[in-house]
């Protein structure tokens, strides 16, 4: 059938509804939705070709006209909500980026005990000379002193591991611990530091999403409460 013989009796359609029922019946369309532009279209159409012994009345002209409004509005809606999102993506990308060499925090030093073992990196601005690292339970209690002095001389993210037992030998629950360290620099500066706190080193993206590298792990920008 020719686009010219879709419809040959337009005294029937009394509504867009219709109208557009037999529309989209006919050719096809590749949004399934009609937008503002084609919804006006259908009822100029729809009042060139009604009945005049018939005439559309006033309150389905008032009813369609105010559809038309609200799609218009609906449309200018989603383009700025869009362009909000484009915006803040592009802002997120910025802060990202800026945030290399920064200094990060987890807002959090607890590191987690699990099935006897922990496994977690400090950082340390400055070089060892002397030191201790400590672990201490969840109600402030002193559980494990690790001396540095295999760290002597060492800066930036350092690694270590917990087998989980106490000063006095003992094994201890799995759950969380805090952990900090207190140490003499090369200039015999006491310095203090703690688990969870990073420098940001790089940023790398997955999917559209940042993910800020602290240590030797890369973290969402979600799981960072302070920039320093």
Request: proline share 3%.
């Amino acid at each position: 059938m020719a686009n010219g013989d879709i419809i040959k009796d337009y005294s029937q359609y009394q509504d867009v509804s219709a109208l557009t029922s037999t529309a989209t019946n006919s050719y096809e369309n590749p949004d399934s939705a009609l937008d503002k532009d084609a919804f006006l279209k259908l009822l100029l159409v729809e009042l060139q070709y009604q009945d005049p012994t018939e005439p559309m009345d006033s309150e389905k002209i008032l009813t369609q006209t105010s559809q038309l409004a609200t799609l218009e509005s609906t449309e200018n809606m989603n383009e700025t909500m869009q362009e909000l999102v484009d915006k803040m993506s592009a802002s997120m990308d910025m802060t990202a980026i800026g945030s290399i060499g920064k200094m990060a925090s987890l807002g959090s030093n607890a590191v987690t005990l699990e099935d006897g073992l922990a496994q977690f990196e400090v950082y340390f601005e400055k070089e060892i000379k002397s030191g201790t690292l400590t672990i201490e339970d969840k109600n402030g209690n002193l559980i494990k002193t690790v001396s540095l002095e295999e760290q002597v001389g060492k800066s930036g993210v350092l690694a270590f591991q917990w087998d989980g037992y106490s000063d006095d030998n003992e094994i201890q629950e799995d759950g969380y611990y805090s952990v900090k360290a207190e140490y003499l620099d090369a200039d015999n500066e006491q310095q203090e530091t703690q688990f969870g706190i990073y420098p940001i080193e790089s940023v790398r993206y997955e999917n559209g999403t940042p993910l800020m590298k602290l240590g030797s792990s890369y973290v969402p920008m979600d799981y960072i409460v302070e920039y320093f």
